[in-house]
């Protein structure tokens, strides 16, 4: 493991712990990402906790509330033997995050299935509505990875809310997960959002806010003029085939989901089929604003048989992580990687009364 100064070690580590519940073995996640005893909480943790719930809902008998950490709203334990978990995650309310079947090819991916066209949707989604609200829920079966003739099977509820997208995902052996689904139905159904309430977004508390204020644009690079939230910094290089796209997002702690989860996203976009451990992202050491952070370089076949290539590094700043994202085509990537490097230590971050500039 890397060495961090204690606030950035809790907050990086926790973001590592939490996705080793997805793919180690759990006594040695607690050695291996504990964070040590006398790091302090941060000076305006109490302003990340809502007053009032921002989203209720009524829980199947049977169900067990586990802790949600920090990158997870909530999980519940739906089955133990075979484990099979039910997840809620919100993420900022962009076109992308909510669109219909960007998210469904996504999961399909994820179950090895082939993706589904718009004309598709009607055959694997039912709308629903739910106290005003309307949810599509999504439901999958596939072969089993290892043995075919054991089904695995996905139920995932999508509903928009405000500015975020709230995603509700339950997915496992297709016994299981079959014998739940009139619990998951129950539960999408008795989901409701207080007037009142208070939902955690992408954005930083007010108080310690930290924003990118500064940074060296290398040869080449063409700002876009225009990025909107969660974006907030975005370059194009080159053109044509070989064109490259640098982006950097910033979102709360309680937006991105694990490490696996984010993993396996970008894993998708080169063409890659997802792991289930997070130690086969082999998450190497960066250096962002001078701070450690880490680094994920993947590589694959692509959608057009051209080879593709993510490079993204994650940098905790105040309240918030950032992800500087390099994507393209394999040989243009590596001919920016260096470059690209240089652009996270010329890095630098201040509080709000800072506007953002480049040298």
């Known amino acids: 493991m890397f060495s961090y100064p204690s606030r950035v070690a809790l907050s990086l580590s926790l973001f590592l712990a939490a996705a080793c519940l997805a793919g180690c073995d759990r006594d040695e996640q607690i050695r291996a990402y504990s964070a040590p005893k006398d790091v302090p909480p941060p000076d305006n943790a109490g302003a990340l906790v809502p007053s009032t719930p921002p989203v209720t809902w009524t829980v199947p008998a049977g169900w067990k509330p586990l802790p949600a950490g920090q990158m997870r709203f909530a999980n519940f334990l739906v089955n133990e033997k075979p484990e ?3 997840t809620v995650v919100p993420l900022p309310g962009t076109a992308t995050s909510g669109a219909l079947l960007p998210n469904v090819n ?3 991916k994820e179950l090895g299935l082939p993706p589904s066209t718009e004309a598709d949707l009607p055959r694997v989604v039912k709308h629903l509505d739910v106290s005003g609200v309307g949810v599509d829920v999504v439901d999958l079966t596939a072969p089993g990875k290892q043995k075919p003739d054991e089904k695995q099977r996905m139920l995932a509820a999508i509903v928009p809310r405000s500015e975020q997208i709230w995603f509700f995902k339950m997915s496992g052996p297709g016994d299981v997960v079959t014998a739940q689904a009139g619990n998951f139905d129950a539960f999408v159904r008795s989901i409701r959002f207080p007037s009142h309430g208070v939902a955690p ?4 508390s007010a108080a310690g806010a930290v924003k990118l204020s500064k940074w060296t644009t290398p040869p080449g690079w ?3 003029s ?17 064109a490259v796209q640098m982006i950097v997002t910033r979102f709360g702690q309680g937006d991105i989901g694990t490490f696996l989860d984010n993993v396996n996203r970008w894993r998708g976009q080169v063409g ?7 130690k086969q992202a082999n998450p190497l050491e960066a250096k962002v604003a001078g701070s450690d952070a880490f680094l994920v370089d993947i590589t694959g076949p692509g959608e057009d048989g051209q080879a593709r290539r993510v490079v993204v590094a994650i940098a905790f700043q105040g309240q918030d992580f950032y992800f500087f994202k390099l994507q393209g085509s394999d040989s243009a990537v590596g001919a920016q990687k260096d470059a690209f490097l240089k652009f996270l230590g010329s890095v630098q971050f201040a509080g709000d009364a800072v506007e953002p500039k480049a040298d």
Not at 272 to 278: E, G, I, R
């Open 84 to 86: 099979v978990m039910l």
């Open 106 to 108: 996504r999961w399909e």
């Open 201 to 204: 977004t992408s954005q930083p």
């Open 222 to 224: 063409e700002q876009d």
């Open 226 to 242: 225009q990025a909107a939230p969660p974006r907030v910094l975005s370059f194009h290089i080159g053109e044509g085939p070989q």
């Open 272 to 278: 890659l089929p997802p792991v289930d451990d997070v």
